[in-house]
Nanobody, 126 residues
Framework: QVQLVESGGGLVQPGGSLRLSCTGS????????IGWFRQAPGKEREGVAC????????YYADSVKGRFTISSDNAKSTVYLQMNSLKPEDTAVYYC???????????????????WGQGTQVTVSS
């Protein structure tokens, strides 16, 4: 069974930084991509970043390129999302997700991700 747990969210001022962590069990980082998604109030869930060690792929949404960095620590089965230069529009609940029964790729649509964490709230406000 796949379990994912996000942590690291919080309240930060515009221009500040946060590092989110996604850890868990039932998946293998060398095989299964991990995606970060976010959902703001009244908006659809959207992809933010993804890392796929299997095919050496890293993906970023245009809205976060140059500000967010995704990385992984295989020994800890953990994926990080370093978020710098945060803006109020980055406020959302952030989720990590994956799938293990299908050859998931980072650019697959959101509905292909079957396993999700509970989310961590990020609020950017002065």
């Amino acid at each position: 069974q796949v379990q994912l747990v996000e942590s690291g969210g919080g309240l930060v001022q515009p221009g500040g930084s946060l590092r989110l962590s996604c850890t868990g069990s039932g998946f293998i980082l060398d095989v299964h991509p991990i995606g970060w998604f976010r959902q703001a109030p009244g908006k659809e869930r959207e992809g933010v970043a993804c890392i796929s060690i299997n095919d050496d792929t890293i993906y970023y949404a245009d809205s976060v390129k140059g500000r967010f960095t995704i990385s992984s620590d295989n020994a800890k089965s953990t994926v990080y999302l370093q978020m710098n230069s945060l803006k109020p529009e980055d406020t959302a609940v952030y989720y990590c997700a994956t799938d293990i029964g299908y050859g998931l790729k980072c650019n697959d649509p959101i509905y292909e991700y079957d396993y999700w964490g509970q989310g961590t709230q990020v609020t950017v406000s002065s």
